[in-house]
């Protein structure tokens, strides 16, 4: 299993962006989907998290100018961000978690690489 992130890069305060991440390989069903984000030296934070029927979750720090959403055919998530600032400047990692196999009924996290996104003042 593999979740690629795309989409980060260089904006300016006040911008937007669109990060999308999407899950391959070995995939039974996908239970829910999450990003996250980490600055250097830093804790990674949760961003917002979509389940499978499409229910958001937003920690409260997160809500407003974030958007996560979904397309389940695509294993694919999306986190629309509006009105960024120089502290959203961090990697945004995507989550996945997911039974790979009709055999096994266990659902087990899977993580991408990170895309960097940087918000210039």
């Known amino acids: 299993v593999q979740l690629q992130a795309s989409g980060g890069g260089l904006v300016q305060a006040g911008g937007s962006l669109r990060l999308s991440c999407a899950a391959s390989?070995?995939?039974?069903?996908?239970?829910?989907m999450a990003w996250h984000r980490q600055v250097p030296g830093k804790q990674r934070e949760l961003v917002a998290t979509?389940?499978?029927?499409?229910?958001?979750y937003y920690p409260d720090s997160m809500k407003g100018r974030f958007t996560i959403s979904r397309d389940n055919a695509k294993n694919t998530v999306y986190l629309q961000m509006n009105s960024l600032k120089p502290e959203d400047t961090a990697v945004y990692y995507c989550?996945?978690?997911?039974?790979?196999?009709?055999?096994?009924?266990?659902?087990?996290?899977?993580w991408g690489q990170g895309t960097l996104v940087t918000v210039s003042s």
């Open positions: 979509v389940n499978s029927g499409g229910i958001t």
């Open positions: 989550n996945a978690n997911l039974r790979y196999s009709r055999y096994s009924s266990q659902y087990s996290d899977y």
């Open positions: 390989g070995s995939i039974f069903s996908i239970n829910y």
